[in-house]
């Protein structure tokens, strides 16, 4: 029983960790989608700002 119960715990911690990783990758936007949003010869935008 103890062990069933450490073998539930850990998949629960596995699922767990995989879950919260989807959602970041959803939420955030990959490297290359921001790459394709940025021109690469025009100043950032703080430039002269004080």
Not at 4 to 19: D, R, S
Not at 23 to 30: E, G, I, K, L, Q
């Amino acid at each position: 029983m103890l062990v069933n119960l450490l073998v539930a715990a850990v998949a629960a911690v596995v699922l767990g960790v995989a879950g919260v990783a989807a959602v970041v990758a959803a939420v955030n936007p990959s490297a290359g989608e921001v790459a394709s949003q940025i021109d690469p010869l025009a100043p950032p935008d703080f430039y002269g700002v004080r």
